[in-house]
């Protein structure tokens, strides 16, 4: 399924999808690290670990495992926090590499806006301000796999509990 509505490359990146659960289960799957790690990135390199601070001015890091000699991450700051509502975050890739050398990307801007559709919750994500259009077309293909295995976690997390 495609989730990205813009056109690839373009700025801002505009992900939409409707998503098969109430507006809370879609929300704590992005605000729960347990939850979080379950569906967030690229399959099959998903995420090691996530933490976070859910409050405005508090901090996040998404942590994928070591490779190539380096650890990459997803790490920003929340300049919006709305309970099952919407979210806003600083977004920048970080590299760091076992000599100590740490690469960061330049700092974008993410807003989610969940919204509730009968039984189910429509996503609108924007991201903009990323800096290259070459990172614009790997990070809509990111947006897009993730939201596909977020619809998959969040239907195998209903079926459970049929």
Do not use: C
């Not at 990135?41 to 090691?48: D, F, K, Q, S």
């Not at 301000?129 to 195998?156: C, K, T």
Request: glycine fraction near 10%; charged fraction near 25%; hydrophobic fraction near 40%.
């Amino acid at each position: 399924m495609n989730f990205l509505q813009s056109v690839p490359g373009t700025d801002p990146l505009v992900v939409e999808g409707l998503f098969n659960a109430p507006v809370e289960q879609v929300y704590r799957a992005w605000t729960d690290p347990e939850e979080l790690v379950q569906w967030f990135g690229r399959h099959p390199n998903g995420l090691a670990a996530a933490e976070i601070d859910l409050r405005i001015g508090g901090r996040y890091r998404f942590s994928f495992p070591p490779a190539d000699g380096a650890t990459a991450a997803f790490e920003g700051e929340y300049f919006a926090v709305e309970p099952n509502a919407g979210l806003g975050f600083s977004w920048s890739h970080v590299r760091e590499f076992a000599d100590g050398r740490r690469e960061v990307t330049p700092t974008s801007r993410v807003t989610v806006r969940f919204e509730p559709a009968g039984k189910a919750t429509r996503i609108h994500l924007r991201h903009e301000g990323i800096s290259s259009q070459d990172a614009r077309f790997g990070v809509g293909q990111g947006w897009n796999e993730s939201l596909a295995r977020l619809q998959a976690f969040i239907a195998e997390k209903e079926g459970a509990r049929s």
